[in-house]
């Protein structure tokens, strides 16, 4: 057998790949294992399409976090804005709790989610469950993590810029 590249050349090994192209000593060695042109390109691009999913991936968390960091901040100073200008009372009303509850209920659930996800990923369980077992997922999810969203939420962001650079 010779090397598909330099038909000339006794090959002196096969693409690792399982394509079945023979390689001669100078293909063999080209790009650090025995691996054919052809195979090393699509590897390559294989790898290139799941960084960019992965970033996207990165970039909707980021989205999904500062809104919601931002709108617990802004939540946080109407709280405050409101108790300093009245007459000494805590603010009230269902607008400005829901300034704090729902953005936390949905990073909660975000979150929550990818939990469930890396757990299944581990265990290699899927999780087919009825309407009624979601709703107390989801319940267990703003019950477990919503607590900790004003220590975490930052943490997160910050890891996710960190990623998204070493992608980059």
């Not at 087919?128 to 997160?156: D, E, H, K, S």
């Amino acid at each position: 057998m010779n090397c598909y590249k330099h038909s000339l050349e006794r090959a002196v090994g096969m693409c690792s790949q399982g394509c079945g192209r023979g390689l001669c000593r100078e293909c063999s060695e080209r790009f650090g294992q025995p691996i054919c042109e052809h195979c090393y390109t699509t590897m390559a691009g294989e790898y290139q399409d799941a960084l960019a999913t992965e970033r996207g991936a990165i970039i909707r968390q980021l989205v999904i976090s500062g809104s919601v960091l931002g709108t617990l901040l802004i939540g946080i100073i109407a709280l405050v804005a409101v108790a300093s200008a009245s007459t000494g009372e805590p603010p009230h009303g269902a607008a400005f709790i829901s300034l704090l509850v729902i953005p936390t209920i949905i990073w909660s659930f975000v979150n929550f989610r990818k939990l469930m996800d890396k757990l299944s990923d581990i265990t290699g369980l899927m999780y087919f469950t009825t309407v009624n077992n979601w709703i107390i997922i989801f319940i267990c999810g703003i019950v477990l993590v919503a607590p900790f969203a004003f220590i975490i939420l930052p943490i997160n962001i910050i890891m996710d810029i960190k990623r998204l650079r070493e992608l980059n």
